[in-house]
C-alpha cells in the first residue's frame, strides 16, 4: 500500500480512533502517525538514490556505474553521406558534433562512454578540425583514412588511433548485411573497439575535462525554441522538434526523421549548441578550413527554450568553454547533447 491510499485509511482510521480514544491513546495514534510518514521518506529518499546509483558521465550527466564513467572515452567518425544513411549505434552516443565537409554534406564525430554499441557505422575519414576538436576529450579515435593534414596531425598528437584502412578485418569490416555501397559500408563494434585499445596499450582512462551539469532538469529563460532548423546547403538540413511531453527534442536529417540503424530508436538531443565558426574552401578537392580555435557565438538550446552564448577555445588542445551573455559557463541538463558547427551568420530557423 502506497501513497494516497495508505494516507487515506490512515485519515479515516484516526477519525475513528479519535472519536471512541482516551487521551493517551490519541498520543500513541500520533505516534504512530509520525513513524509511518517518516518511513514513507526515507523509502522516497531510496528510490531516489537508486534513481542515480553509479557516477555522472563527464559527458552527458547521466548516472552510470563508476567503472564505465572511469574509462577513456571513444570518439568516431560517421558517414553522413545520403549513400549511408542511416546510422548504427548513433543513439548511444552522449555527444555529437556535426560538421560541414566538402559540399554539399555533413559528417560527424559521435563520443561514447557509459555505452556500448553492437553495431557502429558507417566509419569515414578525419578532418584537421575534427582534430582540434578530438583533443579536448582524449579519446581512442575510430576513422578510416583522413586529409593529408588530418593524418600528420594524428601522427603528431599521438592520438590513440584506430584506422581502418591499416586495421584487420576484426577491428572494422564491410558490412555485408545493410546494404550499402563501399566506402560507405565500414562498420565496427564496441567490443571490438574496446578489445584493440587493450592490445594496442592504449590508456584505459581519458584525460580531459567534461561539461558542468544541472543536478536536475532546469528550464531556459530565453526565447522560444521548438523547432530548430539548421539549413547548411539547400539539399542538406538539420532540424529538432521539441517534444514537450519528453522534455527531448527529435531529430530530422533532410526531412527524414532520423533514426538508428541497428535498432530503429529515434535520435533525440536533450541539449543543442550551435557554435559559428568561420568556415572556407582551401583546396580544389573542396576541403575546408574551420576555425574552431578562437572564440565566436552560439547558441544554446533546451527544454523548448533558448539563449546566445558566446564559445572560447584558447589552444587546439585547450576545451572550448561556452559562457552566456553575462559571461558565466553554461550548464547544461543531464542528457544527449549535439553540437551544430556552422559558417558564421549561418541560415538558422528558430521558432
Known sequence: MKGGTKYFLLTILIVILLTSCKKEDVKDIEDEIIQEEDEQIEEVIVEEKNEKEGEPSPLSGIYAPEEKVSRRPVAVMYDNHPSARWQAGLSKAEVIYEFMVEAPYTRYMALFLINDPESIGPIRSSRPYFVSTLLEYDPVYVRVGGSPEAKRDIKNYKIADIDGLSSSNRVLWKNKKVGKKAPHNTYTSMEAIRKTQLERGYRETGNYEGFKFNE???????????????????????????????????????GKPHVDEWDNVPIVAKNIIIQEAKTRVIDNEGRLSIDIVGEGKGKYITNGKGMDIKWVKKTREGKTYFYDVTGNEIILNPGVTWIQVVDVNPDLIIE
Do not use: C, H, M
Request: a negative charge.
Open 216 to 254: 536536475e532538469d532546469v528550464n531556459l529563460i530565453g526565447f522560444a525554441a521548438e523547432k530548430v532548423q539548421i539549413n547548411y546547403f539547400k539539399n542538406n538540413t538539420t532540424l529538432y522538434r521539441y517534444n514537450p511531453d519528453e522534455k527531448v527534442y527529435y531529430r530530422e536529417k533532410d
